[in-house]
């Protein structure tokens, strides 16, 4: 019986940029998170570059994941704006670009791609995110909290997903 080799970055790297820039547009931070985990699981086999070894060092990555706990509280505060709001919706798009062309490098594909990729898809997120928080808060009256604790928890199983070998 012949085994299959494991599954290689370059085999889903366009699905991870996907995942990543999804999750970007919930909660921003997190797709570093994400990325960081992707990169931490490569970075034996793949010659990494300095902004690369940078998010693969293991304080700013226990950092990044910090911070990404982090915004989960920040979510839930009255003053914190609407995700679609600019300021916000520039972050999100930040933040899907740098996961994306990180994952594209990975993967030796081209950055710039991975960063358009990443970045639309956070957009893309942030409104349809914001927008069924809205519908399902109309239609079933479940308070705001619970449905920001519900999509964490969505983030938190794709960051530890990201974990896996």
């Keep these: 019986m012949k085994i299959k080799p ?7 790297y366009i699905l991870k940029t996907l995942a990543a820039g999804w999750i970007s547009g919930m909660r921003s931070v997190s797709a570093l998170a994400f990325t960081s985990n992707l990169i931490h699981q490569h970075r034996a086999i793949l010659p990494l570059s ?6 693969a060092n293991p304080i700013v990555s226990k950092t990044i ?10 979510d839930k505060l009255p003053e914190t704006p609407d995700r679609v709001a600019p300021a916000p919706l520039t972050g999100r798009a930040v933040m899907g670009a ?7 490098t990975l993967a030796k594909k081209s950055p710039l791609t ?11 997120s942030s409104y349809a995110m914001y927008k069924l928080r809205k519908e399902i808060k109309l239609k079933t009256n479940v308070p705001d909290v619970t ?18 070998k």
């Design 50 to 55: 300095k902004p690369l070894r940078f998010l």
């Design 114 to 124: 991975g960063a358009l990729v990443g970045g639309l898809t956070a957009i893309v």
């Design 65 to 74: 994941h910090g911070l990404a706990a982090g915004e989960f509280v920040g």
């Design 98 to 104: 740098i996961s994306g062309a990180v994952i594209y």
């Design 147 to 164: 449905l920001g604790l519900a999509e964490d928890a969505l983030v938190t199983g794709a960051i530890f997903a990201s974990r896996k």
């Design 6 to 12: 494991a599954i290689k970055l370059n085999d889903h």
